[in-house]
């Protein structure tokens, strides 16, 4: 559970190989930090995803990483190339879903992304991401597929896989029901805990905090831990449910306390997306943060049809971490950004 | 007033946090997959030694704190407070007995100390990792035990006692990690 102030938060079960014992980051050192095993391991599990995918029929496809459209997500700040006009992806999202629009099927990707800011034990603002599209069908079939990915690309066929909801993870851990809880009630939750005893945050900002220290390092410690049905004002680009309350159809999967993937029930309304998408803007403006144009030629493509799709997102690097049994990030990159 | 934001946050920096100066420890970003991300971080209070953990909002900006860390050279003690010299400046700064802590009993006159100044004025000291200092005090002990074997305690003229080998006499010169506060040597004439 979590910890009072002055512990450190447990790490993940794993013991880096002496490999790793000089390659943390010294800024202006001209040599990469994975060592040669690293980079062959990264190189078979590109050829291993690639073998999964070419059994199932998936089709691999690029799209740009410039695009004229900007994720309008508050929580994600992209990086603009200037004088281009052009934004960095933060993901391939959009682009994909227009070719699911257009039929050609099942679909996947691996490319780089750009995310501002995001830098740490277990981020990097350029990484890479591992994307993929199932057109009917649905989300428990689509974890389904991604635990078979990521037990084959571990070597670990035999490794556990568990569900738990959203909301019963925050009942049975905290004691608190995300779907009847105000910012005060989980306040008061993450005061006892010792937590941000400063900080001013709305539900969905205390849910994450309350995430991210107390219920994430627990995640995923005896296999693969799917937690899905988020609270619909963390969908993203998830459909929602017709369940009374609505959940957002949406996962993430964790392991060994770390977040690898994160899976939508894609939501195909667009006047729903448009509607986000005005609704995200409006909350960037009133966090102080630019507002980024709207990604249309998504909106017109939710206009003409995008087929009912489970789609999802992993973090390959991180993936990585836990083949290698790497405790930071930059112990898999050839160049992190300092030295990039 | 000089600020940092949280993507500046490192291992080193000095806040100021509810009117106390801090050392940032340790910095960890943490985020879910969607929403808001947050700065973990272990933080050391300047005045109490305290280690705690905080977490802030990133994005968050916080007041940088009027600290650094500079060479001085400690001249003596008036009894009450300790008194230190810029060496190229020649400006002279005093220590109170919770600046100076435990680096009162290795310390003597013209040693070069890492003094860690808050606005100003001395918050910390540190003494040298290693000092030369005479024993004033200690039991005579076996004459021609070099062995090196157990040990005694002796009174160094700074006042503090550290542990030494039998053969070391009143008078003699020794050099001590004040880090560990243990004996390393006889200090020899070079």
Same mark, same amino acid.
């Given at each position: 559970?979590? *910890?009072?102030?002055?512990?450190?938060?447990?790490?993940?079960?794993?013991?880096?190989?002496?490999?790793?014992?000089?390659? @943390?980051?010294?800024?202006?050192?001209?040599?990469?930090?994975?060592?040669?095993?690293?980079?062959?391991?990264?190189?078979?599990?590109?050829?291993?995803?690639?073998?999964?995918?070419?059994?199932?029929?998936?089709?691999?496809?690029?799209?740009?990483?410039?695009?004229?459209?900007?994720?309008?997500? %508050?929580?994600?700040?992209?990086?603009?190339?200037?004088?281009?006009?052009?934004?960095?992806?933060?993901?391939?999202?959009?682009?994909?879903?227009?070719?699911?629009?257009?039929?050609?099927?099942?679909?996947?990707?691996?490319?780089?992304?750009?995310?501002?800011?995001?830098?740490?034990?277990?981020?990097?603002?350029?990484?890479?991401?591992?994307?993929?599209?199932?057109?009917?069908?649905?989300?428990?079939?689509?974890?389904?597929?991604?635990?078979?990915?990521?037990?084959?690309?571990?070597?670990?066929?035999?490794?556990?896989?568990?569900?738990?909801?959203?909301?019963?993870?925050?009942?049975?851990?905290?004691?608190?029901?995300?779907?009847?809880?105000?910012?005060?009630? !989980?306040?008061?939750?993450? *005061?006892?805990?010792?937590?941000?005893?400063?900080?001013?945050?709305?539900?969905?900002?205390?849910?994450?905090?309350? !995430?991210?220290?107390?219920?994430?390092?627990?995640?995923?410690?005896? &296999?693969?831990?799917?937690?899905?049905?988020?609270?619909?004002?963390?969908?993203?680009?998830?459909? !929602?449910?017709?369940?009374?309350?609505?959940?957002?159809?949406?996962?993430?999967?964790?392991?060994?306390?770390?977040?690898? +993937?994160?899976?939508?029930?894609?939501?195909?309304?667009?006047?729903?997306?448009?509607?986000?998408?005005?609704?995200? #803007?409006?909350? @960037?403006?009133?966090?102080?943060?630019?507002?980024?144009?709207?990604?249309?030629?998504?909106?017109?493509?939710?206009? +003409?049809?995008? %087929?009912?799709?489970? &789609?999802?997102?992993?973090?390959?690097?991180?993936?990585?971490?836990?083949?290698?049994?790497?405790?930071?990030?930059?112990?898999?990159?050839?160049?992190?950004?300092?030295?990039? | 007033?000089?600020?940092?934001?949280?993507?500046?946050?490192?291992?080193?920096?000095?806040?100021?946090?509810?009117?106390?100066?801090?050392?940032?420890?340790?910095?960890?970003?943490?985020?879910?997959?969607?929403?808001?991300?947050?700065?973990?971080?272990?933080?050391?209070?300047?005045?109490?030694?305290?280690?705690?953990?905080?977490?802030?909002?990133?994005?968050?900006?916080?007041?940088?704190?009027?600290?650094?860390?500079?060479?001085?050279?400690?001249?003596?003690?008036?009894?009450?407070?300790?008194?230190?010299? *810029?060496?190229?400046?020649?400006?002279?700064?005093?220590?109170?007995?919770?600046?100076? &802590?435990?680096?009162?009993?290795?310390?003597?006159?013209?040693?070069?100390?890492?003094?860690?100044?808050?606005?100003?004025?001395?918050?910390?000291?540190?003494?040298?990792?290693?000092?030369?200092?005479?024993?004033?005090?200690?039991?005579?002990?076996?004459?021609?035990?070099?062995?090196?074997?157990?040990?005694?305690?002796?009174?160094?003229?700074?006042?503090?006692?550290? #542990?030494?080998?039998?053969?070391?006499?009143?008078?003699?010169?020794?050099?001590?990690?004040?880090?560990?506060?243990?004996?390393?040597?006889?200090?020899?004439?070079?």
């Amino acid at each position: 559970m979590c *910890h009072a102030p002055g512990t450190t938060s447990p790490q993940p079960q794993v013991t880096p190989p002496p490999a790793f014992a000089q390659s @943390r980051v010294e800024v202006n050192s001209w040599g990469p930090c994975a060592s040669p095993e690293v980079l062959r391991a990264r190189a078979r599990m590109l050829a291993d995803i690639r073998a999964f995918f070419a059994a199932r029929e998936v089709l691999e496809v690029e799209t740009p990483m410039l695009s004229q459209a900007a994720a309008t997500d %508050p929580a994600l700040a992209s990086m603009r190339v200037e004088d281009s006009g052009y934004w960095l992806h933060t993901s391939p999202e959009f682009p994909m879903k227009r070719l699911l629009a257009a039929g050609v099927g099942p679909i996947y990707q691996v490319c780089r992304v750009f995310r501002a800011g995001e830098r740490g034990r277990r981020h990097h603002p350029e990484f890479s991401l591992l994307e993929w599209y199932r057109p009917g069908w649905t989300l428990v079939e689509l974890m389904g597929e991604v635990a078979d990915l990521v037990r084959h690309l571990l070597h670990r066929p035999e490794q556990a896989v568990e569900f738990v909801r959203y909301r019963e993870l925050f009942q049975r851990e905290l004691a608190v029901d995300p779907w009847h809880c105000t910012p005060d009630s !989980l306040q008061a939750v993450a *005061h006892a805990k010792g937590l941000g005893e400063d900080l001013k945050l709305d539900t969905d900002g205390w849910l994450d905090l309350l !995430l991210t220290h107390c219920l994430e390092p627990k995640l995923g410690q005896a &296999g693969l831990t799917f937690v899905h049905d988020y609270p619909p004002s963390q969908a993203a680009l998830a459909r !929602l449910s017709d369940h009374d309350p609505p959940h957002a159809e949406r996962f993430e999967l964790y392991m060994q306390g770390m977040e690898l +993937a994160n899976g939508f029930q894609e939501l195909t309304a667009a006047e729903e997306q448009r509607r986000r998408f005005v609704f995200d #803007n409006a909350e @960037r403006q009133a966090l102080g943060r630019v507002p980024v144009p709207q990604d249309e030629q998504l909106l017109a493509a939710l206009v +003409a049809g995008l %087929p009912e799709s489970a &789609g999802v997102a992993l973090g390959l690097d991180r993936l990585l971490m836990l083949v290698c049994g790497a405790d930071h990030i930059d112990q898999v990159i050839a160049f992190p950004i300092e030295r990039a | 007033m000089a600020s940092y934001k949280t993507n500046e946050f490192k291992g080193g920096l000095k806040i100021m946090l509810d009117g106390d100066p801090y050392n940032i420890v340790e910095n960890e970003f943490v985020k879910p997959g969607k929403g808001q991300a947050f700065n973990r971080v272990k933080i050391k209070n300047l005045k109490s030694g305290r280690v705690v953990e905080r977490t802030f909002k990133s994005g968050d900006s916080v007041e940088a704190a009027d600290v650094h860390d500079t060479e001085l050279q400690y001249l003596y003690n008036d009894g009450e407070v300790w008194h230190f010299m *810029h060496p190229e400046t020649f400006e002279q700064l005093t220590a109170d007995e919770t600046a100076v &802590g435990e680096a009162a009993k290795w310390i003597k006159e013209q040693d070069m100390c890492s003094v860690t100044l808050y606005n100003g004025a001395p918050l910390s000291v540190e003494p040298p990792n290693f000092v030369v200092l005479e024993i004033t005090e200690t039991d005579p002990g076996l004459k021609g035990d070099t062995s090196g074997g157990g040990g005694k305690p002796a009174t160094l003229e700074t006042g503090a006692v550290v #542990n030494v080998p039998l053969f070391v006499q009143i008078g003699e010169m020794i050099k001590v990690d004040t880090r560990t506060g243990a004996y390393v040597s006889r200090a020899r004439d070079d």
